[in-house]
């Protein structure tokens, strides 16, 4: 074999594996932006949902469970925010320590939660322990394990309602950007049907006092 026959080898060789690697590619980006329109249509019927309901704690379940289901988490909250103890609640929980979380409350400016509820801001921690926003505390207290997290603000205009933090990606994957900009359009869409909620019960409670 003579030495152009060599290097006409090799170079086929890796053209050949640059292609393979083309064709790697192209396949996992067709697979993100199929994941990313089925999950806009899932966020559309998600809306609608959201946008019918009447009872604010159903409301919230609704909101959490198509949170988690978007972005492929097993665990979640929903947490408002009280003005007036400058408090986050923990209003909505699913995963495994539901029945313990629900109606605790952390101050607004505790971990990753507090940080996003100040800033405003979404949040991808996944590695939170070597995250300087995050915080132990809620671990610690109800004996729990936090691998992954996003944290996305619930807001309507200038006015923060809460934050939805989901935790623990399935399968031991990473959330990514694409999650946050999922959880922002939902968000902010559930934000504003709590606040048109909490408007109607106040004017109902106002013309009841009235009467």
């Not at 289901?69 to 925010?81: E, Q, T, W």
Request: aromatic share 4%; charged share 25%; glycine share 6%.
């Amino acid at each position: 074999m003579n030495e152009s026959t060599t290097h006409l080898i090799r170079w086929l060789q890796a053209e050949n594996s640059r292609l393979q690697e083309d064709i790697k590619s192209l396949r996992e980006e067709n697979e993100g932006i199929r994941y990313y329109v089925t999950a806009l249509e899932d966020l559309h019927l998600a809306a609608q949902e959201i946008a019918s309901e009447e009872d604010l704690l159903e409301l919230l379940d609704r909101i959490l469970h198509h949170a988690m289901s978007l972005v492929m988490a097993d665990d979640g909250s929903v947490l408002l925010l009280d003005g007036e103890t400058d408090e986050l609640v923990f209003a909505v929980v699913h995963g495994d320590v539901r029945g313990e979380l629900r109606g605790h409350r952390i101050g607004a400016d505790v971990g990753i939660a507090g940080w996003v509820a100040a800033e405003r801001e979404p949040v991808i921690a996944n590695n939170p322990r070597q995250d300087w926003r995050f915080s132990p505390q809620v671990d610690d207290a109800f004996g729990f394990v936090t691998r992954s997290l996003i944290c996305v603000p619930m807001s309507v205009g200038d006015n923060l309602v809460g934050v939805i933090e989901l935790l623990n990606k399935q399968d031991g994957e990473e959330f990514s950007e694409a999650d946050v900009a999922l959880l922002l359009i939902l968000g902010n869409t559930a934000a504003t049907a709590l606040e048109t909620k909490r408007e109607r019960i106040e004017s109902e409670e106002a013309v009841a006092a009235a009467s």
